[in-house]
């Protein structure tokens, strides 16, 4: 039998986040209550008061100032780093986006879930408006790929097998195995995370958990996802933004090509093209500029960072 989770480290990573600290750290105690746990910020070189607000909200926390926007896996590595290194014998580590606020008991049901073989527990997520966020996704695939292009990401996910994104209402009432999920909340086994080693750091946004949670179903962990565990994720702008969709794309043909090799990478590309270049030509910005990422040698070969982001 596992030894049970008790000792955990809340790994946050922030860059500019300044305004959203307070609502988080607020949400920490009821979020964790029952068990032991220390707060590690990692900043990725914020421009604004990010670092003032975090040692002032919690003046007990780590500040880890990593001195370059290097990435949500370079501070969620910087961070887990500095966790170890202050507790060795630390039960597990929660990742969090700054943007998350955790409901009462949250993280008491992730722990309760993470035993035997699960590295990665997940909650169920809703946005600020308490609609349910679609966080589960089954594994990228060349029929998902195709279903994707040929009907849609949501109407896909209806089936299971047939979409990447659960999109099954139904589904998300039930606790149950996922291939990955969104990872803005995360409880990840100090087991789990000894056996995969950290992020990877080339995914500069997206495709990092999804990456990290394949690599840890590899080595014989499994991702659950927990419906009596509740968190609020207020939610990016990957879908709105030109420069971030088109880094969300590149990176997802990235990672399938890198797992499943150059010509299996190359039909997957074709048909991630072909639905991008069908919702450009009915006028959507993003796609547009995915469009361009994509036939891009150049750019879909860059280093990813910020400055991929505003040139892509």
């Given amino acids: 039998m596992s030894q049970p989770i008790r000792s955990i480290a809340v790994v946050v990573v922030t860059y500019n986040s300044a305004h959203l600290l307070s609502d988080l750290v607020d949400s920490l105690p009821g979020g964790l209550a029952g068990l032991v746990w220390r707060l590690v910020v990692a900043d990725n070189a914020s421009g604004d008061d990010t670092v003032v607000e975090a040692r002032r909200l919690a003046p007990d926390a780590t500040v880890v100032e990593t001195g370059r926007n290097g990435g949500y896996a370079a501070g969620i590595n910087a961070g887990v780093a500095a966790a170890f ?93 996922t291939d990955w999920a969104e990872g803005s909340t995360q409880l990840i086994s100090a087991a789990c995370w000894r056996a995969c080693g950290p992020w990877d750091e080339s995914y500069f946004l997206y495709s990092e958990e999804t990456e990290f949670h394949l690599r840890a179903r590899d080595r014989g962990f499994r991702v659950r996802y927990v419906p009596a565990a509740r968190a609020v994720h207020l939610g990016g702008e990957s879908t709105t933004s030109p420069g971030l969709w088109a880094l969300l794309v590149a990176n997802r043909v990235r990672l399938f090509t890198a797992r499943r090799g150059r010509a299996q990478g190359a039909a997957y590309w074709l048909m991630v093209l072909a639905r991008e270049c069908s919702r450009a030509l009915l ?22 960072g910020p400055e991929w982001v505003a040139s892509a």
């Fill in 85 to 177: 290194a202050e507790d060795r014998d630390l039960d597990a580590v929660l990742v969090l986006n700054p943007d998350v606020r955790l409901e009462p008991g949250c993280v008491a049901a992730l722990a309760r879930e993470t035993g035997p073989g699960v590295g990665v527990a997940v909650p169920h997520l809703v946005d600020a408006e308490g609609r349910l966020i679609e966080s589960m996704r089954g594994a990228p695939s060349l029929v998902r790929a195709f279903a994707d292009a040929v009907v849609g990401a949501n109407r896909a996910g209806r089936v299971r097998w047939a979409g990447e994104i659960v999109a099954s209402p139904a589904e998300y009432e039930r606790a149950q195995d």
């Fill in 283 to 304: 006028g959507k910005q993003t796609s547009r500029r995915a469009v361009r990422t994509l036939v891009s040698p150049r750019r879909m070969s860059a280093p990813r």
